[in-house]
């Protein structure tokens, strides 16, 4: 066996052994053990592989051996420590293809279990908790249930609370809000987190403009676009006022990244005001914001540079969610068409649409009006492309059958079977046939026949 199954092999007897004395022997293999992984592709194959227990051992070192100085002492804690940055080193090498192999050992109820256990401390260790965030956000894509299983074991708020005492401190928010991200995918813990006032600390995040600490901007621009999707949090955002401010945010960007650099923040700030109206209040509170003509004209600004197409086409799904909707015929200037109906009575819903003014919207948004409380037994948000498509080809017909052209024959079937003997090939049977039976005869081969045949070349008999 190789090296590194050895030393796993020798740490997995030592988690199983309570003696006192044999704590060096645990910190000696667990360092070395972290040795080989920083240095070696091989071993960090070598534990995710097929078969492999490597990752199995390590999480037994993280239950066995707690963080806690005061009680297990130091070298317990280093063998904890050494164990967590192990995880680590396995899961960033590949890029966080081996994350789900560490889902499926059990690694994101852990991970949780002692997050939880180190929030008790006061103050938390700082370095701890980077770590434990830094990998439950590497590992969150790869489990659907991350959301649920944070909820269940009470460490929702944890991430939060730690934003909420940290904002300064922004190699600590970072990887929390990235953990944040992860559990606003769930609809349920979307509702619960803005309730403790999630909404309010990603603007106080987001807030004025500035090109210091773009990295957290724009994790805190995705966060906070999903937890808009949650209508309770789109509801709340209206209410004080935060449309304007997305648009203000907006209109900054645009107006200082004058070379272009900062493209996804620009449109993490279109995402957040996607979701927002997605209500009808939000759609309200755009209008009333002037939010069209902002959109409009960063849009015709943006039309020369073929890398922000992108953000283009999110201002025009907006812009389309949003324009009022009208009747026909439409006799404002709101259509280049005119439809001029023959008779037009003097009163009725008729003449007092002809007779509203040219701003008004004589649709009635009833889009949400029965969703005023939102449960929460409320299922997963879907997936935001799903909604792009939807406003992109609701007036695109996509069935090809209704697409195809139908072909109608100019004569009936009947008057056609004229020109049969034209095209005997189109209906005669060339079987050979018995002039006895009167039926076709099976082929037989020549039983005579062997070999290849030999067509006669000319001047041949």
Known sequence: SSRTMSLLSQLEKLNL???LGEADNARYVTSKILHLVQSQEKTRKEMTSKGSTGIEVILSTLEVKPFNLCSYGYIA???????LFIIKHVILASGGRRASVLVTKGGTQILLQLLLTASKDSPPNEELMVLLHSLLAKIGP???KIGMKARINGALNISLNLVKQNLQNHKLILPCLQVLRVYSTNSVNAVSLGKNGVVELMF??????TKKNTSLMKVALDTLAALLKSKTNARRAVDRGYVQVLLTIYVDWHRHDSRHRYMLIRKGVLQCIKSVTNIKLGRKAFIDAN?????YNTSQECLAVRTLDPLVNTSSLIMRKCFPKNRLPLPTIKSAFRFQLPVIPASGPVA??????PDVDDVVDESDDND??????????ENDDDKDQHFKNDDIETDINKLKPRQELGRPIEELKMYEQFFPELSENFQEYDLVSKEPKPFVPDANLSGPIVVPTAGEE
């Open 77 to 83: 804690s280093f063998c904890f420590i050494a164990g």
């Open 352 to 357: 007092q649409l002809y007779n509203l003014p």
């Open 204 to 209: 106080k995040i987001i807030g004025p403009f």
């Open 372 to 381: 005023d409380i939102e449960t929460e037994s409320e299922l997963e948000t």
């Open 17 to 19: 052994d309570s003696v």
């Open 291 to 295: 939010g069209m003509k902002i959109l």
């Open 142 to 144: 790869k489990d659907k």
